[in-house]
């Protein structure tokens, strides 16, 4: 679906990307085409991801990012929205969402801080999530801290927007992956890696 007041062109819209993953098993279910946004305001405490919550950062386009998800759409499941907040830019998630659900058939997952009540009540963000599958919704909570599936604490809700997934199929997840990247960097993702930045992190509220 196109959302509304977009042009219906992608290609131009800015979007901050913190990391790019192609191919990830650990980001929702099966091989999923994975984008970490850049910037978040929304200060969880204990965030296990807190250098993405500056908002300067490299600057890709919907349509860049669009693009090569559908060119890796004949062996992945979907896409999953990260961050960093993914709904503090709305109009790229939109405007990528709907040109890889469109032309690729391509599963949506969300990944955000906001509650399902904060993205109703804000016609941006819930255009941004118009083509998502699942949203995985509100503030991360250290004390409901979760070890397994996609929530990260207890308090945060599947909000499944079609049939496409079930909230089952999250907590299969593999708990880790690494992944060597294209510069031969080491990319470590998923639950597992997160509860271990939480720790420390907790370890800095005490
Ligand atoms: S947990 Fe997510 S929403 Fe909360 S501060 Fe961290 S990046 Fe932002």
């Not at 910037?39 to 300067?56: A, D, K, Q, Y």
């Not at 907040?85 to 969300?110: D, I, N, S, Y």
């Not at 997840?173 to 031969?184: L, S």
Request: some cysteine; overall charge neutral; glycine content about 14%.
């Amino acid at each position: 679906m196109t959302p509304p007041g977009s042009t219906g062109a992608p290609r131009s819209v800015p979007w901050r990307v913190h990391g790019v993953l192609a191919r990830s098993r650990a980001n929702g279910p099966g091989l999923r085409f994975t984008v970490w946004s850049q910037g978040c305001s929304l200060g969880c405490p204990g965030c296990f991801n807190p250098e993405t919550h500056r908002p300067e950062g490299p600057v890709r386009t919907a349509g860049e990012l669009a693009a090569a998800a559908l060119a890796a759409a004949g062996d992945i499941e979907g896409v999953t929205l990260t961050g960093g907040e993914p709904l503090e830019q709305p109009a790229a998630v939109a405007a990528f969402c709907a040109e890889v659900t469109a032309r690729g058939g391509l599963g949506v997952v969300g990944l955000t801080g906001f509650t399902r009540e904060e993205i109703e009540a804000d016609p941006g963000r819930l255009a941004a999530v118009a083509d998502a599958d699942m949203v995985v919704a509100g503030r991360y909570n250290p004390r409901l801290h979760l070890g397994a599936g996609l929530r990260g604490s207890a308090n945060k809700m599947y909000w499944a927007r079609t049939g496409r997934y079930r909230a089952a199929d999250f907590e299969d997840v593999p708990e880790t992956e690494m992944v060597i990247a294209p510069d031969g960097g080491l990319v470590v993702t998923g639950m597992r890696a997160a509860t271990a930045m939480a720790a420390r992190a907790a370890e800095g509220l005490r």
